[in-house]
């Protein structure tokens, strides 16, 4: 299935103000890998997010998804291919009601009637929300907006699922239930954040951006026992594998150490 | 500021009431806003000092109202936020323009009330129009219809934009004016200063955020035209309404009626 792989090679994007914020990314994304992108601020994750739905070009390399490179005429078919959920759910819902919400992507594929009907019922059931179809988004509550978000996405059917922080400004049950929600998606995911706990659940893959390069790229867990690395890219290991605050006895360590 | 932003805020569900499903919601938008164009062209045509003719015309908004579920004291209060512009507009008429037009008695009411009430008048009617139509049909399926009307797409798609960005900028309004306020005590921090800084730093915040809207209107397939759910068509029934409508506000533009009752009544009278 060709269709669901990302190809990058030799990314670089320079801004018009001259900052250089990806200088040579290439990275291979299969089908159904589920990817963290982690890095410091500014290092540019949120640059190379933006480069995989065609909204910022690159200054030079190439990207390929699935069997498109990347062009100006193959935009259509690469935004439908990749959904992407931004980081402030206020930005991506615009429209009076959930439900035009939802139904705005599947009216711009051109679908009409009761498959518009079907989708946006089908999306907001997936993500929990279908109670919330007739109000309007600025009366969510920032964990509802959130899954709206999610369900405006997947009811363009993608295949690859794009997220800017997922869990950012969640309350911690709503962060857990969104992580619930994610494992249950068989797409193939990339995901930055810097909630790094949520990276080590979610993501077998984790990439580490640092100063617009790849500074790692391999096993999560590898990745984040690796304190060195972690530290010159102005990372830190993720709670759950720092020792415990009274005791300083590290649960998740000693486990794999047996 | 506050004012302001609640005020924006429940303008917003004035697009939730076109999601009813009364008769009149289910007609294509583009019978609602013909009928609409009519009457404002019906009202605004008549003469300066008309007033007597204008009331008939209330008729429309009234109807609109009971049939399409629309709560009267809401609408009311929208069109009330409009009216300190249409006064601003005609206040001077009574000082330019003092001629004696109506004797009542001892009271002479000069040309320059009557054609300042006029102004009044026609604006709540024609106010009251353009609301009673979003609230039928929703910004985007007005917009929808004038495109199908024959407005150049490019022209319907910024109005769509126009719209939204009124809700943004005072959103982004609100919340820079509000942390202006929490750290300036007392006037100092209110100057004219801080208040340019804060204009110039709201453009470029609203352009920020609008830009960010278009991106997740782009990834989600946005191609420059816009879709509202079920294609309409223009059936017998939208050309009823539009043929029934358009008649009566022609009838009531050529014939004063409530000079007519008042003739009628004084020659059984007489």
Known sequence: ?258 | MRYIDGAVRDFKNLDLLATGETAIHRLDARAKVIVTLVFIISVVSFNKYELTALFPFFIYPAVMMALGNLPAGYMAGKIVFVLPFALAVAIFNPLFDQQVMIQLGPFGISGGWISCASVVVRSILTVGAAIILVGLTGFPGICKALEQLGMPQVFAVQLLFLYRYIFVLTEEGGRASRARELRSFGEKGLSLASYTSLISHLLLRTWQRAERIHMAMLARGFTGEFHTGQPKQFGGRELFFVIVWSAIFIALRLQNIPQLIGTIVMRMLS
């Open chain 1, 1 to 258: 299935m060709s269709h669901h792989i990302v190809d990058i090679v030799d990314l670089c994007h320079t801004y018009s103000d001259g900052t250089e914020a990806l200088r040579g990314v290439s990275v291979r994304i299969t089908h159904g890998e589920s990817v963290a992108i982690i890095g410091a601020n500014g290092t540019g994750k949120s640059t190379l997010l933006l480069h995989l739905n065609g909204y910022l070009t690159a200054t030079s390399g190439t990207i390929r998804i699935g069997d498109f490179p990347l062009t100006k005429g193959t935009l259509p078919e690469i935004r439908r291919t990749v959904g992407m959920v931004f980081q402030d759910p206020d930005d991506q819902l615009f429209m009076p009601t959930v439900y035009d919400d939802v139904a705005f992507g599947p009216l711009n594929l051109g679908l009409v009637g009761t498959d518009v009907d079907q989708r946006v019922g089908d999306a907001l059931e997936r993500v929990g929300a279908a109670h919330l179809r007739t109000k309007p988004p600025y009366r969510l509550s920032g964990g509802e907006k959130k899954r709206v978000a999610i369900a405006t996405v997947l009811a363009m059917s993608p295949d690859i699922l794009v997220m800017d922080e997922p869990t950012s400004g969640l309350d911690p049950y709503g962060r857990r239930q969104l992580m619930q929600l994610l494992k249950e998606f068989h797409h193939t995911k990339i995901f930055t954040s810097h909630d790094l706990d949520m990276v080590l659940e979610l993501c077998p893959r984790t990439i580490i951006l640092h100063r617009g390069m790849i500074a790692a790229d391999g096993p999560t867990e590898e990745i984040f026992l690796n304190t060195a690395l972690l530290e010159e890219c102005h990372l830190e290991q993720p709670l759950s594998m720092q020792g415990c605050p009274i005791c300083n006895r590290n649960i998740l360590l000693s486990c794999q150490l047996k």
